[in-house]
């Protein structure tokens, strides 16, 4: 890894996208005092960060009041695309511990990013995060590929029939 970023807790974690749906930018945000750090993010990662953040809620105690600023401010320029995102829990601190990677090919080196959420910031970024990822495109049903209000061209069909919307 090249240079790190370790903002500790953070004032801030939101999850947001930019574009229209089928086209959209999914960012997470976070912000310690005056440092704002966003980050571009899959679909499917924010989908699995938000389902795992939900299961590991459940074996914690029940989160207080949630904040309730939910959305990505100004700078919404992505610094970095995330590669890999580790998550785990920091009993003693009571605090969930991230650690984000960019997505650089194997031979070079990328950034990364630490960070800690309290359960009340975890349990207000899952909920908005299934949010904006179930507001877009519904899956195909045979080949959960999004599908296309301009058509789908599904894999499993062979190209023979559409799938029924």
Not at 25 to 41: A, D, G, I, N, P
Not at 79 to 104: F, P
Not at 113 to 127: K, N, S, W
Request: glycine residues 8%; negative net charge; charged residues 25%.
């Amino acid at each position: 890894m090249s240079p790190s970023l370790d903002l500790g807790d953070v004032d801030r974690f939101a999850v947001g996208t930019r574009g229209p749906v089928g086209r959209r930018v999914f960012l997470l945000q976070c912000r310690s005092e005056t440092t704002v750090l966003t980050l571009k993010m899959e679909k499917q990662q924010v989908a699995v960060l938000a389902e795992y953040l939900g299961r590991l809620l459940q074996e914690l105690a029940r989160p207080g009041h949630l904040p309730e600023e939910l959305d990505v401010q100004d700078p919404d320029e992505p610094h970095w695309a995330v590669g890999t995102l580790g998550v785990s829990y920091e009993a003693k601190l009571d605090r969930i511990v991230l650690v984000a990677e960019e997505l650089v090919p194997e031979d070079e080196d990328g950034d990364m990013a630490r960070f800690t959420v309290t359960r009340e910031q975890a349990a207000a970024f899952a909920m908005r995060a299934t949010t904006l990822v179930e507001a877009g495109r519904p899956p195909c049903p045979l080949c959960n590929s999004p599908l296309d209000p301009s058509g789908h061209e599904c894999p499993r069909t062979n190209g023979h029939r559409p799938p029924a919307t």
